[in-house]
């Protein structure tokens, strides 16, 4: 908490009766050990303890109505802070523009979810060996519109802290004025205080002991008027009281104003300095395992692709050396194709003997029926000679 500024101070102090060219009166205070117990005078330190006597001694029951101007700068300046104080109030709309920008960060922050960059979940590898590269592309195209659309709410929140800073900037000097309207109002209330004891127990009683021994009316009209202006003074130490615990009130709200623009700068910083890196550091590392995922998976087709052929091919080179072995095994003929050869070849000469054999008897048969037949003519030409 600053110390309170003596300027202001002895400004507010100035015009206690708010009359222009103020007169300081000299009127004495008789002390009396009944001072000592004034719990108001006790409150304030040596010099604001000076002060307080300082003003009481200016206090004139003769000036009836300038009781009524008592204090009356000190709360008239409280009245102004207090406006000053709402109107702060009611224009700074950070807090609830903030959530909403907050709120609005978080949603964007979901939009992509490191989670989906997971192979166990669904969808994003359900088509590995097909689109792979695709979903990482769409997946990074995703994340880089989400991140530049982060990038402006960070400028906007930066923003908002500038403007919160200077806020609590403000919010502290007010505290500061309200902390010098409390110890102004505190001398007041003292000096009153002071002046009212010193009337009920000195200047009362002596007049009214006056008053007894003369018995003068006008003398009993004084001590009246007297008690009459203690009265008024009581009620104007009492209104400056209120007032001051106005002040007693303002000065907890005022911090807690603070503390609410603290926390939320604190809240801003965390998310401009801490999360939104970290989840631009979790995304590029996602994208990273997942880009390597996909070179693994290409590679594991390659091998695949690979280990097929090798298994193929030694398959094939297997089933050629055992067939070219048993081919040079062999011999150019094999032994069961010339017994079939010569079997066929022995029937077919059979065949052919016996087909010849035939053909020597039919042609036999033909020539000794031809031979009869040529005889059988040759008698008939003899027949008919």
Known sequence: MSEPNKTDMDDLLANPFGEENNEKQDAEITETKDEQTNHWLDMLDEEEKQRAMDLAKQIDPEKHQSIAQYGTE??????????????????NQNAGEVKLILEDLMKKLETVNPDELQSGKKGLFSRMFQKLSSSVNEILSKYQKTGAQIDRISVKLNNYNQSLSKDNDLLQKLFDQNKNYFDALSVYIAAGELKLQDLEQHEIPALR????????????????????????????????KLSRQITIQSAPQIRLIQNTNQALIEKIQSSVLTSIPLWKNQIAIALTLLRQRDAVEAQKQVSKTTNELLMKNADMLKTNAIETAEENERGLVDIETLKATQENLITTIEETIRIQSEGREKRSQAEQELRSMEDEIKNKLLEHK
Do not use: P, T
């Not at 000190?74 to 224009?91: I, Y």
């Not at 001590?223 to 009459?228: F, K, P, S, T």
């Open 74 to 91: 000190a709360q008239g300046k409280l009245m102004s802070f207090s406006d000053s104080m709402l109107e702060h109030v009611k224009n």
């Open 209 to 240: 002991k006056k008053a007894e021994i003369s018995g003068n009316q006008m003398d009993y009209q004084h001590m009246n008027d007297l008690v009459q202006f203690a009265n008024r003074l009581e009620k104007r130490v009492h209104d400056l």
